[in-house]
Antibody
């Protein structure tokens, strides 16, 4: 059974960088895409971006200028860095696996429980 | 504001059926049969319930079914059980540039 676990600081100051890591257990990073999704206080979900096992990335156009994702296959981990954060970035951040290998479409078959990140001074 | 529109809440009694709608546009739900639904209980990892509009992953009860008409997808839960109480989110492929859009979520209450 594949399991994902997010980790990172629960509190980040405005204008600083938010770093999160997702550790994958019970399965290999390859050959899947892995993704970050967040849920703001309003409840809706927002896709942040995705990274392939090889390191190829695609980001949400609205966040692209502030997002960087990376992968460390040796540790079965992938990471998110979101720069210049504001209060609007306060959210629960989820990592998930994109389970489709035949078509390049969003199908999130395994998720982490999420981690709350608050942006405040 | 979410790209896909869902009702904020629905409710039903045990044994009844409820349907949750998810309205998008011709650029997402209306153009692709790649709508999925997720169940989220507070503090838990979201769970995939339906994918490709109508398909159920292994282990998901057949009480859960999906459909689509035009720009609106729907999730129907029949024979409601107390354990079905959760938030439900729809999701659609939206093309290679945007990739994916989500709904705002629907809170299901089992009375």
């Amino acid at each position: 059974q594949v399991q994902l676990q997010e980790s990172g600081p629960g509190l980040v100051k405005p204008s600083e960088t938010l770093p999160l890591t997702c550790t994958v257990s019970g399965g290999s990073i390859s050959p899947y895409y892995w993704t970050w999704i967040r849920q703001s206080a309003g409840g809706g979900l927002e896709w942040i971006g995705r990274i392939y096992a090889s390191g190829n990335t695609n980001y949400n156009p609205s966040l692209k200028s502030r997002v960087t994702m990376s992968v460390d296959s040796s540790k079965n981990q992938f990471s998110l860095r979101l720069t210049s954060v504001t209060a609007a970035d306060t959210a629960v951040y989820f990592c998930a696996r994109i389970g489709r290998l035949d078509y390049d479409v969003p199908l999130f078959d395994y998720w982490g429980q999420g981690t709350l990140v608050t942006v405040s001074s | 504001q979410s790209a896909l529109t869902q009702p904020r809440s629905v409710s039903g009694s045990p044994g009844q059926s409820v349907t949750i709608s998810c309205t998008g546009t011709s650029g997402d739900v209306g153009s692709y049969n790649y709508v999925s639904w997720y169940q989220h209980r507070p503090g838990k990892a979201p769970k995939l319930m339906i994918y490709d509009v109508i398909k159920r992953p292994s282990g998901v009860p057949d009480r859960f079914s999906g459909s689509k008409s035009g720009n609106t997808a729907s999730l129907t839960i029949s024979g409601l059980q107390a354990e079905d109480e959760a938030d439900y989110y729809c999701c659609s492929y939206a093309g290679t540039y945007t990739f994916v859009v989500f709904g705002g979520g629907t809170k299901l209450t089992v009375l």
